[in-house]
């Protein structure tokens, strides 16, 4: 497990230096913010889907299994950078949302992102079935990185709930 976190990390880490934009065409590549937090949005996906394919050290017949799979979570994370797109152009533009239209807009894109959660796993299935028990682990851990920044904030809830109930308890010593 060691060994495919350290190869997954790596390529990582090199699919970030690697696509990172260096010299003149950084200067002269200067598309809009929005423009450019979709490209690093998808720099980071490409990097990510690198390492988890790389700790994951999959078969030949199990490669055939992750181009749905990829697919499935590129087509998911382009639907989410759009809706994200949209919501800063429509504030930027002064567009304000009576409190209703809020609720309907949050209601449809939750029903749009269960929708591409359930294909990902409609497309998962395959591939996860056709690994063997240590790539099921591995799948398990580096999949989290799929994850948006926001969904993982369970960890650093319990972290800052524990350090609490630490302090707490120690003050009662």
């Avoid at 209703?100 to 990902?120: P, Q, Y």
């Amino acid at each position: 497990m060691k060994r495919t976190t350290i190869a997954a990390l790596s390529a990582f880490g090199l699919c970030v230096y690697a696509l990172a934009p260096t010299g003149a065409s950084a200067q002269n590549a200067q598309p809009s913010r929005i423009g450019q937090w979709q490209a690093d949005q998808a720099t980071l996906l490409d990097a990510k889907l690198a390492g988890i394919k790389a700790g994951l050290q999959l078969t030949p017949d199990q490669q055939k299994l992750w181009g749905p799979f990829e697919s499935a979570v590129r087509a998911a994370d382009k639907s989410r950078t759009d809706a994200m797109r949209q919501m800063i152009q429509a504030r930027r533009q002064g567009e304000r949302m009576s409190p209703i239209d809020h609720l309907e807009a949050v209601a449809g894109r939750l029903s749009e992102a269960a929708t591409n959660i359930k294909t990902i796993a409609d497309a998962a299935k395959p591939l996860y079935a056709s690994l063997d028990g240590s790539q099921q682990r591995s799948f398990a851990v580096l999949g989290r990185l799929l994850m948006p920044q926001r969904a993982r904030f369970r960890p650093g809830m319990m972290r800052r709930a524990m350090g609490e109930g630490q302090r707490q308890g120690d003050s009662e010593e």
